[in-house]
């Protein structure tokens, strides 16, 4: 029973994961056209990776340590791609200097909060109310950009920038921390 819902939890990971990037599609001018175009280009880069996997699978010995190497610096890239996303996403913008500052902060902010949390989940040692705590936090710091974007006019492009933002602090963060800190 719990490979099944394991197997469930996987599929249902990768369908989010493909929605979340698929919604890329929505920083284009015309998302009726955008969204499945992103939606079909990572879908069809997840089946080749996949095959590329299953057809160059061999057993090899590797060095535990440089593949721990590997994955830290990796983890590290990752971290500082998430952080400086805003400014790739916002440079459009032309903002002022302190504006990039704070937004940079906003970012690391965002990023600490989401480390606390996933260190929560996964060092609870199944404590089912820090366990909540954890996901309960994932939550609040996924409705924090549509709470600082209900006051201003959605008629321009800003929720949908902010909310890919945040899609790719997310990911790169969580990717990148996880890279860095195995779960124990």
Known sequence: MKQIIKAIVSV????VLLAALGSLG??????SVGVPIFLGFFILVFILVYLYIKSHHRKT???????????????????LLSLLSPLFVFRSAHFPFFSYLIIT?????I?????????????????K??????????IILSAIPALL??????????????????????????????????KR
């Open 26 to 31: 929505f920083t284009s001018d015309d998302p």
């Open 61 to 79: 010995q590797t060095n535990p340590r440089l593949f721990n190497v590997l994955h830290r610096l990796i983890g590290l890239i990752l971290l």
């Open 149 to 182: 974007m209900m006051t201003y006019d959605s008629s321009y492009n800003a929720l949908g920038m902010a909310y890919y933002t945040a899609v790719l602090i997310a990911v790169f963060s969580w990717w990148g921390f996880t890279l860095l800190t195995p």
């Open 105 to 109: 902060l906003i970012a690391g902010i």
């Open 129 to 138: 109310s820090i366990i909540f705590l954890g996901y309960l936090l994932l």
């Open 111 to 127: 990023i600490a909060l989401g480390v606390m949390a996933v260190t929560m989940i996964n060092n609870s040692r199944n404590k």
């Open 12 to 15: 249902l990971g990768w369908l």
